[in-house]
């Protein structure tokens, strides 16, 4: 697995964890709690006291994100209607145990996925 940088913009600190590829991630700012940015490899991290540095990361960072979350909750969407095709085949299937422990393992992995991706 590789690792990617995570950002607090407010408290201007820094930290490298496994990457989550735009997933949500519970890593959190150990001084303001907030969640953390997560950055690319490109992404330079500036010196604390460089103001100018910090505000073009955090325009960067926010228009950047904005951009990967419409395109993680369609990632998201287009998974969970995969599954939900899945599941109407299932459902047609005769009844047997295997057929509802199959359909409960689905509707789990779309409650999975809806917190992953939205």
């Known amino acids: 697995m590789s690792n990617r940088t995570y950002l607090c913009i407010k ?16 890593f959190r700012c150990s001084n303001c709690q907030q969640d953390l940015w997560e950055l690319e490899w490109r992404w330079r991290i500036p010196k604390k006291t460089d103001d100018k540095a910090w505000e073009e990361l955090e325009e960067k960072v926010i228009s950047e994100s904005e951009e990967w979350l419409k395109r993680r909750t369609e990632i998201g ?28 393992s689905l509707k789990t992995e779309i409650e999975t996925i809806k917190k992953k991706y939205t």
């Open 11 to 26: 408290c201007r600190t820094s930290k490298r964890a496994e990457a989550r590829y735009g997933l949500n991630s519970n």
């Open 77 to 104: 969407q287009e998974k969970i209607e995969k599954i939900e095709r899945l599941i109407i085949h299932f459902e047609k299937q005769k009844d047997s145990e295997r057929k509802y422990k199959k359909l409960k």
